[in-house]
């Protein structure tokens, strides 16, 4: 394919041979794109962005300067083994960011979903997996192989331990270090994340009715205070509700984990 005809190259961008640049793309000054990268329509790279790797950038994605995508893994087992990274549409990559392939022993492949904002200084680490409409504030490091739902919310200077998953929904505070699974809808906050509630406020603003959020918050209290161990709890749970939302809970919470979950307190 090449570089499609109604793209806009600066003339001091570098375009490597076996690029792909699709129609309406825009590269900016002193931007650099390799020769496995395949933008889609209307990706726009800012001056002095980086694409590079085996990468695919979805349809409407803009990246802001200095901003480094697709370079080799960051972990000393890589091996320089061909692994990919995989950008969806609408995303905003902004100053400084940072997403790495994945690799062999991960399923080489990390993968970014559509509409995400990912600010100044924000890393996704080797073989994880990014929801779509995730928000990383500036300086949040996804460590690798960890698997973040849609919708999730993640305060500046934030780190998420290697294989976490963090539920469709989550918020978490600013700050924070979050060392274990976090439940869909739950909300963390404090240096060392605490399982401290429900993001309700992002509920309310989704506009989900009263009428889940209440059987959200029942739920949540039964796995704060019921009898047995936090899996035992979510298993009843399971088989009592007709709440779609409590069953994305419960099937989380069952679901396989390299690691455990942070509990109500």
Not at 93 to 109: D, L, Q
Not at 113 to 140: C, E, K, P, Y
Not at 148 to 166: C, T, W
Not at 202 to 226: C, F, H, N, P, W
Request: net charge negative; aromatic share 6%.
């Amino acid at each position: 394919m090449g570089i499609a005809g109604s793209a806009q190259v600066h003339p001091s961008a570098v375009i490597e041979a076996g690029a792909e640049v699709g129609e309406g793309c825009i590269i900016g000054p002193f931007s650099v794109v390799g020769p496995e990268v395949v933008l889609g329509p209307g990706v726009e790279l800012k001056s002095h962005a980086v694409v590079t790797g085996w990468t695919e950038i979805g349809e409407g994605t803009v990246i802001w300067p200095f901003a480094c995508v697709g370079e080799v893994p960051q972990d000393l087992k890589f091996k320089g083994e061909r692994t990919r990274l995989i950008i969806g549409k609408r995303n905003r990559i902004r100053e400084g960011a940072t997403m790495n392939t994945g690799t062999e022993g991960g399923g080489g492949v990390t993968r970014v979903g559509d509409d995400g904002l990912f600010m100044t200084g924000s890393h996704v680490g080797h073989d994880s997996w990014i929801g779509d409409r995730v928000v990383l504030a500036n300086q949040v490091a996804i460590a690798g192989h960890c698997v973040i739902g849609d919708d999730v919310i993640i305060g500046g200077l934030s780190g998420i331990h290697q294989y976490v998953r963090i539920g469709q929904g989550a918020i978490i505070g600013a700050v924070t270090m979050v060392t274990n699974d976090v439940i869909p809808y739950g909300l963390v906050q404090a240096p060392r994340g605490e399982l401290d509630g429900l993001n309700l406020v992002g509920l309310k603003r989704r506009g989900v009715e009263r009428s889940d959020i209440t059987a959200l918050r029942a739920a949540y209290q039964m796995l704060a205070q019921g009898e047995g161990a936090f899996a035992d709890r979510a298993r009843r749970l399971a088989e009592e509700t007709d709440s779609d939302y409590v069953r994305t809970v419960t099937d989380f919470i069952l679901g396989g984990s390299d690691r455990s979950f942070l509990t109500p307190r």
